[in-house]
């Protein structure tokens, strides 16, 4: 058993490495040109890419997606979600971005953090860190002159969370990071400054979810 569980747990590893990988890319190469995210809204939220893992296993994920923007100060916070199915185990993937002239905040990820989900309806779906111990890596964008940091994770969903998050809509994100716990609400509508598009956090997973199954 203790065997099992060892190699199950080296193979998600594997795949989070293997999202972190193509996410950071994606991403820095939108970066250098523009700072726009190819980000789908939700009239294609159902769009996904498909990778092949070293052992031959096929992992559909979903697109990035806005949920939560704050502009501050000259400070900008995000929040991106995605879904991943590989070999039939949902993962979320998590990205928190922040942008300044300043040194914006370090936040980390460790092995006992997690995300709870506040639904509408009243209940809280919790999900379970499945990264290693990591923090946010800062690099520069010269042609904003800001100051970027990235921090990238995974999660898992706990048995029956998927079924309540496709009942409800969700109105807050509270995350527990490495020293800290973070609230973050979530908007029906959000008019986001810098993508100059419109999304629906609340109603995410009950858009996405069918992607990847």
């Given at each position: 058993?203790?065997?099992?569980?060892?190699?199950?747990?080296?193979?998600?590893?594997?795949?989070?490495?293997?999202?972190k990988?193509q996410f950071?890319?994606?991403f820095?190469?939108?970066?250098?040109?523009?700072?726009?995210l190819?980000?789908?809204?939700?009239t294609?939220?159902?769009?996904?890419?498909?990778?092949?893992?070293?052992?031959?296993?096929?992992t559909k994920?979903t697109?990035?997606?806005?949920m939560?923007?704050k502009?501050?100060a000259?400070?900008?916070?995000?929040?991106?979600?995605?879904?991943?199915?590989?070999?039939?185990?949902?993962?979320?993937?998590?990205?928190?971005?922040a942008?300044?002239?300043?040194?914006?905040?370090?936040?980390?990820?460790?092995?006992?953090s997690?995300?709870?989900?506040?639904?509408?309806?009243?209940?809280?779906v919790t999900?379970?860190?499945?990264?290693?111990d990591?923090?946010?890596?800062?690099?520069y964008?010269?042609n904003?002159?800001?100051n970027?940091?990235i921090?990238?994770?995974s999660?898992?969903?706990t048995?029956?969370?998927?079924?309540?998050?496709?009942?409800?809509?969700?109105?807050?994100?509270?995350?527990?990071?490495?020293?800290?716990?973070?609230?973050?609400?979530?908007?029906?509508?959000?008019?986001?400054?810098?993508?100059k598009?419109?999304?629906?956090?609340d109603?995410?997973?009950?858009n996405?979810?069918?992607?990847?199954?």
């Amino acid at each position: 058993m203790t065997y099992f569980i060892y190699i199950w747990h080296q193979y998600i590893i594997n795949i989070i490495t293997i999202l972190k990988t193509q996410f950071i890319k994606s991403f820095f190469t939108a970066l250098l040109f523009a700072f726009t995210l190819n980000i789908s809204a939700q009239t294609d939220e159902c769009k996904f890419t498909v990778t092949s893992t070293e052992d031959g296993q096929e992992t559909k994920s979903t697109r990035e997606y806005l949920m939560y923007e704050k502009v501050f100060a000259g400070t900008s916070h995000f929040i991106f979600f995605s879904l991943t199915n590989s070999g039939g185990v949902p993962i979320l993937n998590f990205e928190h971005l922040a942008k300044g002239k300043d040194f914006p905040k370090v936040f980390c990820i460790d092995k006992a953090s997690k995300i709870y989900l506040q639904l509408i309806n009243g209940r809280i779906v919790t999900l379970l860190s499945a990264s290693e111990d990591q923090c946010g890596g800062l690099v520069y964008d010269s042609n904003e002159k800001n100051n970027i940091r990235i921090l990238t994770a995974s999660f898992l969903f706990t048995k029956g969370s998927l079924e309540e998050l496709e009942k409800s809509p969700i109105s807050f994100i509270r995350v527990k990071y490495a020293t800290e716990t973070v609230d973050y609400s979530v908007k029906g509508e959000l008019d986001s400054e810098s993508m100059k598009q419109k999304y629906y956090p609340d109603a995410y997973f009950i858009n996405t979810i069918k992607c990847i199954q």
